[in-house]
C-alpha cells in the first residue's frame, strides 16, 4: 500500500481500531502502528477528510534539507524550481490539491526548461517591476499608503494589525488598478486566509484548517474576479491602466504561450506569497529602528544617511537610500532560503536507494533550500559580515559587469548563461537583459538597471531565479524610511498588557506589540515648555535652541530634527496647535 495512502487511512480510523488495522499491514512494526495511532489521535475529528489527504498526510512526509551556501550567487538547474512547493500547499492555489497547469502557472514554480527561450516567462513578468516604472507609475500608490498607514490617528496602536487591514488595498491597486470598497469582502478574505495559512503553517493547527478550507471555498470567485478586472485593465476600464502589473504582462506577453490571460490571473493572485514578505520586513525594520529595543547600530546608520544626500549616487551603482535599504534586507532576511524539488537518486556510488532496491511505492516528498541568511553572513564574502555596513555593496559587482569578460577571470570556460535583451513591447523603449550568472534585470533608455550580483547578498535568491520584485521592494521600503524620517516617527514598545498574535508573512506570527510616535509631538512638548521658560516668546531665540538640539540629536544618533517641522506640511491638528504657541 502506498505509504501516503496508509497515513492517510489511518488518520481517517477511529481511533480505537488503528492498532488493530495497523497489524494487518505487512512488515510494519508494532511501534509504527502505534505511532500512527498517535498521529491519527493528534488530528481533530471535524477535520475534512481531503484536506487531511492532501494537506495534513503530505506535510508530515516532507523533508526540507539545508543546501549548501553558495559561493557565487547561481543555484544550479538540478535543484529545480519545478513544482518546487511543498505539496501540502497546493490545495491553496489548485482546487484538485496538485499541479494543474492547464488552470494557469506561475513562473515562481517552473523549472527554467519551461519558461521559453532564455528564461522568457521571467522577463515578461520582469516588465511590469523595472525600477524605471516606480516613480511615474506606482510611487504615488505607495506614497499614499504609507501616509494613510502613518496618520497621527494610528499613534500609538499595534502596528501590523493596523498594517494588514490596509495591506490588500496597495496589493489590489498595484496589480489591478482596485481599492476601497471596489474590493469585495470575499477577496480581501481569502487574501487574509492565504497569509495566515503561510504564516502559521502546521496544518494541524485549527486556524491553518479554517483557513485553508476559507481560500479553497474563495479560490474560484477569487479567479473569476481576477480575470474580469484583467479584461477592464486590457480595455481600459480602470483608471491609468498603465499603472497596475496587469497591463505591462498584458503588452508584453507576446502570443502568451509563455505568458497566458490565465497565467496573468495566476500571478496576480500567486502574488499573495511574495507581496506579503513586505511585512516581515516592515517588522523586521520597526523593531530594529524602535526607540526601546532597536539595534543603536541600524539607527546611527539611519541617521546618518538621512542626514546626508539620501537621492543621489555619486559615483556609487546606488543611492546612499537604496544600500542601507539593502544592507537591512541583507542582516534582516525576511525570506530565509531558495526553495527548490530534489528527486531521488536511483542509484549512487552508496549503492541503490531504498525505492529502486525494495520496491517501495511510496514516495517522500523532499526539497533543498539554498539558506540565505548564512550565505549573507558567510565570512567567504565578507570581512565584516556582522556588522552593519551599507557600504559593502559598492565594493563588489553587479549584474552589470558580469560579462563575458568576467566570466572567464572567475574561472568559466565561458558564462553559464547567454547574455540576451528582451525588448520591451509596451512602449518604452527599454529590455530585460541578464548578466553571465542568469540574473535578470532592466535596461531603460539604454542604462543598465542593475542588482548587486554578489552571493554575499543573498535575501532575494539567486541567478536566473533570483527575485524580480527585488528593486520594486526596495524602492517601496526607501519610500517608507522617507517617511519614517520626514514626519519624525519613532517605533515604540508598546507594552500592552495582552498584545495580539497577528500572521504577518510566511512562517511569521508575531507579537504585535510595537506601535509609532510622532517624535515631533514629544520634543515640542518638552521642548516648547523648556524653551518658553528660557525664552518666553522671543521666536528668534526659540529657534536658535531648536536648531542646536536638532545638532545635538543628530551627534547622538538620535530620530529626527524637530526645528525641519516647520516647513511641514503634514501637521496633524495637535500639531499644528502647538506651532501655534
Ligand atoms: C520582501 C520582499 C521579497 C522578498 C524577500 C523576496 C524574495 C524572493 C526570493 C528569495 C526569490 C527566489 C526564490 C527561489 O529561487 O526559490 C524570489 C522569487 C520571486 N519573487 Fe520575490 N521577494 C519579495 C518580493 C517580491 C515582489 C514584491 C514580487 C512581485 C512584484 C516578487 C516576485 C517574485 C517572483 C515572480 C519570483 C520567482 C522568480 C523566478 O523563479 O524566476 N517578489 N523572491
Not at 153 to 161: D, L, S
Not at 215 to 238: E, T, Y
Not at 481 to 508: M, Q, S, T
Request: aromatic share 12%; glycine share 8%.
Amino acid at each position: 500500500m502506498e505509504r501516503r495512502a496508509f497515513l492517510a487511512a489511518a488518520a481517517a480510523t477511529p481511533a480505537g481500531l488503528v492498532s488493530a488495522r495497523a497489524a494487518q499491514y505487512d512488515g510494519l512494526p508494532d511501534d509504527v502502528g502505534a505511532a500512527l495511532a498517535r498521529f491519527r489521535n493528534s488530528i481533530p475529528s471535524n477535520f475534512d477528510r481531503d484536506y487531511v489527504e492532501h494537506a495534513v498526510v503530505p506535510f508530515f512526509l516532507t523533508s526540507i534539507y539545508e543546501g549548501e551556501r553558495p559561493a557565487l550567487p547561481m543555484i544550479d538547474v538540478t535543484l529545480s524550481k519545478e513544482n518546487a512547493l511543498p505539496f501540502d500547499l497546493w490545495g491553496l492555489i489548485y482546487k484538485g490539491w496538485q499541479p494543474t497547469p492547464e488552470e494557469g502557472v506561475t513562473v515562481f514554480l517552473q523549472g527554467l526548461e519551461e519558461r521559453g527561450d532564455n528564461n522568457l516567462r521571467k522577463r515578461i513578468y520582469f516588465s511590469a517591476v523595472t525600477p524605471d516604472l516606480y516613480r511615474p507609475m506606482y510611487q504615488a500608490k505607495v506614497v499614499a499608503f504609507f501616509d494613510r498607514l502613518l496618520d497621527p490617528q494610528y499613534a500609538e496602536k499595534p502596528f501590523m494589525r493596523h498594517y494588514l487591514d490596509y495591506y490588500f488595498d496597495l496589493y489590489w491597486d498595484l496589480h489591478l488598478g482596485v481599492k476601497g470598497d471596489a474590493i469585495p469582502s470575499g477577496v480581501r478574505q481569502i487574501g487574509e486566509s492565504f497569509n495566515t495559512v503561510l504564516a502559521f503553517r502546521n496544518p494541524l493547527q485549527p486556524i491553518v484548517y479554517e483557513n485553508y478550507m476559507k481560500v479553497r471555498a474563495l479560490l474560484d470567485p477569487l479567479k473569476q474576479w481576477i480575470d474580469q478586472k484583467v479584461k477592464d485593465v486590457a480595455n481600459g476600464r480602470v483608471p491609468n491602466p498603465e499603472k497596475t502589473f496587469a497591463w505591462y504582462w498584458l503588452k508584453n506577453a507576446g502570443n502568451g504561450e509563455h505568458f497566458s490571460n490565465k497565467d496573468i490571473v495566476f500571478e496576480c493572485f500567486h502574488n499573495f506569497v511574495a507581496l506579503s514578505q513586505w511585512g516581515n520586513t516592515i517588522f523586521g525594520i520597526m523593531s530594529r529602528l524602535s526607540k526601546d529595543s532597536g539595534d543603536p547600530e541600524v539607527r546611527g546608520s539611519f541617521t546618518k544617511t538621512m542626514s546626508g544626500d539620501y537621492d543621489h549616487a555619486t559615483g556609487s551603482p546606488y543611492t546612499p537610500l537604496e544600500l542601507i535599504v539593502m544592507e537591512l534586507f541583507r542582516t534582516i532576511s525576511p525570506n530565509g532560503g531558495s526553495i527548490s524539488a530534489v528527486e531521488d537518486a536511483r542509484r549512487s556510488a552508496y549503492g541503490e536507494s531504498p525505492f529502486a532496491a525494495l520496491g517501495s511505492r511510496f514516495e517522500r516528498h523532499a526539497y533543498i533550500a539554498t539558506p540565505h541568511t548564512s550565505t549573507s553572513f558567510d565570512p567567504r564574502h565578507w570581512s565584516n559580515p556582522q556588522q552593519f555596513d551599507p557600504d559593502r555593496y559598492n565594493h563588489v559587482p553587479t549584474s552589470a559587469q558580469i560579462d563575458e569578460a568576467k566570466c572567464q577571470q572567475i574561472g568559466f570556460a565561458r558564462c553559464p548563461f547567454d547574455i540576451t535583451t528582451f525588448n520591451v513591447a509596451d512602449g518604452r523603449k527599454a529590455g530585460l537583459t541578464n548578466s553571465g550568472f542568469g540574473t535578470v534585470f532592466g535596461v531603460a533608455d539604454g542604462k543598465p538597471l542593475p542588482v548587486c550580483d554578489y552571493a554575499g547578498f543573498a535575501p532575494f535568491g539567486f541567478g536566473y531565479r533570483r527575485c524580480p520584485g527585488e528593486q520594486l521592494t526596495i524602492q517601496v521600503f526607501e519610500d517608507f524610511l522617507r517617511k519614517v524620517w520626514n514626519d519624525k516617527i519613532e517605533f515604540v514598545n508598546l507594552h500592552l498588557p495582552n498584545p495580539r498574535k497577528v500572521p504577518i508573512g510566511p512562517n511569521a506570527v508575531i507579537v504585535d506589540d510595537i506601535g509609532f510616535t510622532r517624535r515631533l509631538l514629544q520634543l515640542w512638548l518638552l521642548d516648547i515648555s523648556d524653551a518658553r521658560g528660557r525664552y518666553g516668546r522671543d521666536v528668534k531665540r526659540y529657534l536658535k535652541h531648536s536648531f542646536a538640539v536638532d545638532r545635538h540629536h543628530a551627534d547622538h544618533g538620535l530620530l529626527g530634527s524637530h526645528s525641519g517641522a516647520l516647513g511641514d506640511r503634514s501637521l496633524s491638528p495637535p500639531e499644528r496647535k502647538l506651532r501655534r504657541l
